[in-house]
């Protein structure tokens, strides 16, 4: 399998999502997102993964690449190939097809529950119980016409959908394994804005180990979805 890979930050690894690629012996290339590199096209490929970035999705304005790359989401999307967005992914998804982003009442940031709704709703079994995910983030979007909601929290109500067969978007971020999320500790928390769902960094080391809960979702969700024809 060929997985394309769209990046919004330079520097940060794909985690989890690297690592199940590596464990089913599929190859994956990344596309760095900037005003130097603008697709202009879909290469070919198996899978897409979209990652998440600082901006937001609505900030055309000053990444005028957003129209374009939220342009070949969703031609990905309706040629039937497998999409998979997490946190801005998401979001871009969302916005590809027509739904509304835009920011949260807080942010959300440190390990908070995440809740299956009706599983196996929409052909994909997200969550078979409910999970501390990792959430970093601060924007949320409503859900496009036609999409299947498959997992809420109590600050976010959109945490999870799928839309079709062949797509899915997650708000959390079951890709960040330990190293990610010590690097956004040293790096970023300090510059996030103060919310009731911010956690502290000392909060978010001492449950670190569910980072592995997340790969563990990770590698589930991919399997099946790319299993389906």
């Known amino acids: 399998m060929d997985i394309l890979i769209f990046k919004h930050i330079y520097n940060e690894p794909a985690g989890h999502a690297e690592q199940w690629a590596d464990e089913r012996g599929h190859s994956y290339v990344y596309h760095y997102w900037d005003e130097d590199h603008v697709l202009t096209g879909l290469p070919e490929f198996d899978l897409l993964i979209i990652m998440g970035g600082m901006m937001g999705a609505y900030d055309e304005s000053e990444y005028p ?118 690097g956004l500790l040293r790096n970023s928390w300090e510059k996030e804005a103060s919310s009731p769902w911010k956690q502290s960094r000392e909060a978010i080391l001492s449950r670190i180990d569910l980072a592995d809960q997340g790969r563990t979702v990770l590698f589930r969700l991919l399997d099946e979805l790319t299993a389906r024809k």
């Open 65 to 182: 690449w957003l129209v374009t790359e939220k342009r070949l989401i969703r031609e990905a999307v309706e040629s039937g190939r497998k999409v998979v967005g997490i946190c801005l992914g998401a979001q871009l998804i969302a916005s590809a097809l027509g739904a509304r982003v835009y920011k949260n009442i807080h942010a959300e940031i440190g390990f908070h529950r995440v809740i299956p709704v009706q599983p196996g709703t929409g052909g994909i079994s997200l969550l078979p119980e409910p999970i501390d995910a990792f959430q970093w983030h601060g924007d949320t979007f409503d859900l496009p016409d036609g999409a299947c909601l498959v997992a809420t929290s109590e600050n976010i109500k959109n945490q999870a959908f799928t839309f079709g067969n062949n797509t899915l978007a997650l708000q959390f971020h079951p890709e960040m394994n330990h190293d990610i999320i010590g």
